[in-house]
């Protein structure tokens, strides 16, 4: 398969292709709403901010493509920041509210707990945890994820994706003495806030899968 990778310059691009191609999938990176809506596979990578990102996507016309592409059902996938454009809102800005992507109905918050003076509460999460993922049933493109239930996956973020739905979340991890959303998906999307491209084997094994749809 021939993955689309979004390329708004805020991503890991060079990890995320040297992946893809660790797994044998060929990749291309794109600015072009043309091969947005007609590619098998487009991820959304990211790395920073929502707001800096919303408005790259917006100067590269981007955003309608990706809107119409989940409409037509393509399958789109979401890395760390790309988890959260997809969301419909975050509240990264200091200024007001910024408007995403909306592919998943839900919101971007500072992770709680994040600006008390508990030692055990630093931003952002960075390292390796176990995470657990358990997706609804019903989905013919996400009954794969379950194999990878318990396994570790490496983490680096500071904001964390609340879904509107929780048939919408199908992975968490803890920290923060709470369940942090790892793994979402709405209708042809699915996000991780974790990198595979980082997670060693296993993520690898992951990506292949996310990638396909299918163990």
Known sequence: MKVAVVDYEMGNLFSLQNALKAISHSSFLTR???EILNAE???LPGVGSAEPAMTRLRNYELIDALIERSKRG???SGICLGMQLM???STESVCQSVQCLNLIPATVNLIAGARSKSEDIKLPSIGWYKTD???PEGNEHNGWL???DGQRFYYIHSYHLSVSTQNDMYGSYNYAHQKIASVVGS???LAVQFHP??????????LSCLVSRKA
Request: charged fraction near 20%; proline fraction near 6%; charge should be positive.
């Open 87 to 89: 969301a419909t809102a």
């Open 74 to 76: 393509g399958l789109t």
């Open 197 to 206: 491209e980082k997670s060693g084997a296993t993520g690898l094994e992951f």
């Open 32 to 34: 072009s709403r043309k």
């Open 146 to 148: 379950g194999r990878f």
């Open 187 to 189: 209708g042809p999307n």
């Open 41 to 43: 596979h487009v991820i």
């Open 133 to 135: 993922i358990n997706p």
